[in-house]
């Protein structure tokens, strides 16, 4: 019985994560690898229904943030039309080693080789065989990296030829600078994000403000200014708000409800 307790413990938050709308296939998928052993692994949110095919959009968590915490994020792209994919990272951080390049070979994958990425277990095994039809009929990719999850992107910037647009939310800078920062790169962040954009709301007082220099300075080196997100803070694109470092949850702003900051972040992704 003690077993049994502590299995539901594990899967009963799983499930939770990972609840969407019956219009929208969740499955997970595995990625690389040889001869199906060993490869990355993530989740495939996809609509069952949509007007518009938008493409792929891969999603690449920020630091101590699991795939499954972006299943709200997830949902929201689907459902404007995007194939979604959430990267998982090793221990959820994307700065081991190892982790940095999984945002771009599932990219490549999507680009060259779909019959490569494969189903670990499904709620709907439809999922993947809608998935590679839409790949078929416009293959454009666009990496959506938050905080940590986009900081370590850009040492591909002007190099990377299987994405076609990056966009950077709550990001600052980045952990290696491209030799060529001329890149498809939209710089998003909160209005009360206390991290990326501590001096954004003059109304706000956050901790460290004259840390705002940075994303000034990143802004200039990628040579466009920042979209601010209204109402929006570091953490409230996440849909679960027990994950992340306590102190920088600590160190933010107030952010509206979880969902309206993703339909706000989801409209400026396109």
């Given at each position: 019985m003690k077993q049994?307790?502590?299995?539901?413990?594990?899967?009963?938050?799983?499930?939770?994560?990972?609840?969407?709308?019956?219009?929208?296939?969740?499955?997970?998928?595995?990625?690389?690898g040889v001869a199906g052993l060993?490869?990355?692994?993530?989740?495939?949110?996809?609509?069952?229904s949509v007007e518009d095919n938008?493409?792929?959009a891969?999603?690449?968590?920020?630091?101590?943030?699991?795939?499954?915490?972006?299943?709200?994020?997830?949902?929201?792209?689907?459902?404007?039309?995007?194939?979604?994919?959430?990267?998982?990272?090793?221990?959820?951080?994307?700065?081991?080693?190892?982790?940095?390049?999984?945002v771009f070979s599932l990219?490549?994958?999507v680009k060259n080789n779909p019959d490569r990425i494969r189903l670990d277990r499904s709620e709907d095994p439809s999922a993947l065989a809608l998935a590679t039809e839409r790949f078929t009929s416009n293959s454009r990719v666009v990496v959506v990296g938050?905080?940590?999850?986009?900081?370590?992107?850009?040492?591909?910037?002007?190099?990377?030829?299987?994405?076609?647009?990056?966009?950077?939310?709550?990001?600052?800078?980045?952990?290696?600078?491209?030799?060529?920062?001329i890149a498809d790169v939209t710089l998003l962040v909160g209005e009360n994000d206390c991290l990326a954009n501590p001096a954004g709301n003059e109304n706000l007082t956050c901790p460290q403000p004259a840390a705002s220099d940075k994303l000034l300075e990143l802004a200039d080196y990628l040579q466009?200014?920042?979209?601010?997100?209204?109402?929006?803070?570091?953490?409230?694109?996440?849909?679960?708000?027990?994950?992340g470092d306590a102190d920088k949850r600590a160190e933010d702003g107030p952010g509206l409800a979880s969902s309206a900051c993703i339909d706000i972040l989801v409209s400026f992704i396109d």
């Open positions: 049994l307790f502590m299995m539901a413990m594990v899967v009963v938050p799983l499930l939770l994560s990972l609840s969407v709308s019956a219009d929208v296939l969740v499955s997970k998928i595995k990625y690389g060993l490869g990355s692994k993530g989740e495939l949110y996809i609509s069952k938008k493409g792929t891969i999603v690449s968590p920020g630091g101590a943030i699991p795939s499954t915490a972006m299943s709200g994020l997830a949902e929201g792209l689907a459902k404007e039309g995007f194939v979604v994919f959430v990267v998982r990272y090793p221990l959820n951080l994307a700065i081991i080693p190892g982790g940095w390049n999984k990219a490549k994958l938050h905080s940590l999850g986009g900081a370590i992107l850009g040492h591909r910037f002007g190099m990377e030829t299987d994405v076609d647009q990056f966009y950077l939310v709550g990001v600052d800078s980045l952990v290696l600078p491209p030799s060529n920062p466009q200014d920042p979209t601010i997100l209204p109402g929006v803070n570091h953490f409230c694109i996440i849909s679960d708000p027990e994950v």
